[in-house]
């Protein structure tokens, strides 16, 4: 049987879960407070958008040339500079929800304040994350790729369910500028657990390399490999046009009237469902029949959406959005499993990067997208419509794509244990 605490033997591994759940915990948190605060100032639903905008914006903007650095410098020493970045942020934040500063300055200018911080914070997130996918493969071997990034993924999840639970309730409890403190406090515990981590060598043979030839062989890399290009662009889809959590203030607000507390249920729930599915997935693997199943959540989780989007009962949609983060749980171990195999050693800082332009930002976008039809169409219809089409990518893929559909990972699992 296949050891599900295999990653876990390592301790610098456990290191980095811990450094990993306190800074994915933080910045969880902090969107949470931030979609609050803005839709409390505005009571419009495209400003929730702006938002994802704001953020989107220089993460795929900056997204390939921040994975041809990640590539080409030392991953601790970089994810150290990237948790300062987010702590500064935080800290930015933390001194605009002054009440003292809301009562005397004007609030189009404290919502532009907040836009900025947010789009200087998308700069961070374009390095964050391909620093991280890089530098758990230098924590451990091959063999246990899958295992660690089910582990790391299940971390993400884990810390995205708590993070939005003690943002509503706090919001309740200490309010908007005390929470954002808690924001900085968990910053500067991730940076802190971070020196635990010994530097690691670069292993890019190119150091050096003009940045334009590094970028064209990344893309390259993703567009040639059918089974990564097939995943990223399924997901992409699939975020950016279920982006319905974007738009849960209104629903808590003014849908299903259940205030900051049901605010942060609603959004904790897609992540309890996923982190269930992830911690499932240590024990029983996701590798055989992997196009299949990655289909098949992805259908799942349009039908999560379009019911969450029509239901007027609380209950209901916290189970809703359960549902969608569990089989969305699949979805996310599949695609890393995907990515941690394929990708060569030398580019996954690129790889990682193109990653978070089709799936990470799409989330952004989808948020965008959201605001827009909410804003066009209303709040509910926007929803529906955006599940409806995720099932019809879902559809299309399955039937354009019958290699994506036959993919299967687990003759590579088995190569890399003969590698070791």
């Known amino acids: 049987m296949t050891d599900p605490y295999a990653a876990l033997r390592f301790k610098e591994f456990n290191t980095f879960l811990m450094m990993r759940f306190a800074m994915v915990f933080a910045w ?20 929730l958008g702006i938002i994802g905008l704001m953020e989107v914006i220089p993460a795929v903007g900056m997204a390939l040339f921040a994975g041809h650095i990640v590539d080409q410098k030392e991953k601790r ?44 914070g998308g700069i961070v997130r374009s390095f964050l994350g391909p620093t991280i996918f890089s ?10 790729y899958p295992n660690a990034a089910t582990w790391s993924s299940s971390t993400w999840q884990l810390a995205s369910v708590l993070g939005p639970a003690l943002a509503g309730f706090s919001i309740s409890w200490i309010g908007v500028h005390w929470s954002m403190c808690v924001i900085f406090g968990f910053s500067v515990m991730a940076l802190s657990i971070l020196f635990r981590i010994s530097k690691k060598p670069i292993l890019n043979p190119k150091i ?19 089974a990564v290009f097939g995943a990223l662009t399924l997901d992409m889809i699939a975020v950016l046009f279920g982006g319905a959590v974007a738009l849960l203030p209104i629903f808590a607000q003014d849908i299903l009237n259940v205030g900051s507390e049901g605010f942060g249920v609603l959004r904790a729930a897609p992540a309890v469902g996923a982190s269930i599915t992830m911690l499932g997935s ?94 066009l169409m209303g709040t509910v219809t926007a929803v529906v419509f955006g599940g409806t089409m995720t099932l019809l990518t879902t559809g299309i893929t ?14 590579d699992v088995e190569e890399h244990e003969a590698e070791e």
């Open 282 to 375: 240590t024990r029983f693997p996701l590798h055989k029949s992997a196009g299949k199943k990655l289909l098949w959540a992805v259908f799942g989780f349009g039908v999560c959406i379009i019911v969450f989007g029509l239901s007027t009962y609380f209950w209901l949609s916290v189970i809703a959005l359960f549902l969608s983060g569990a089989v969305d749980g699949v979805s996310m171990v599949i695609r890393q499993t995907i990515l941690q195999l394929k990708t060569p050693d030398n580019m996954r800082g690129r790889v990682a990067s193109v990653n978070s332009m089709f799936v990470g930002s799409s989330n952004e976008l989808g948020a965008f997208e959201s605001g827009v039809t909410a804003k």
């Open 398 to 411: 399955a039937f354009v794509s019958p290699t994506f559909r036959r993919l299967d990972l687990q003759k």
């Open 77 to 120: 020493d970089l994810l150290v500079k990237c948790i300062l970045g987010f702590s500064v942020i935080s800290l930015g934040l933390f001194l605009l929800s002054l009440p003292a500063l809301e009562a005397e300055v004007d609030t189009q200018v404290i919502l532009y304040s907040i836009y900025i911080l947010v789009f200087l």
């Open 208 to 226: 050096g390399e003009p940045v334009f030839q590094s970028l064209r062989e990344g893309l390259r890399f993703v567009f040639n490999t059918k």
């Open 28 to 47: 969880s948190m902090q969107f949470i407070v931030i979609e609050w605060q803005v839709y409390s100032l505005t009571k419009d639903p495209l400003s």
């Open 135 to 144: 530098l758990i493969a230098l924590i451990v071997p091959k063999k246990i």
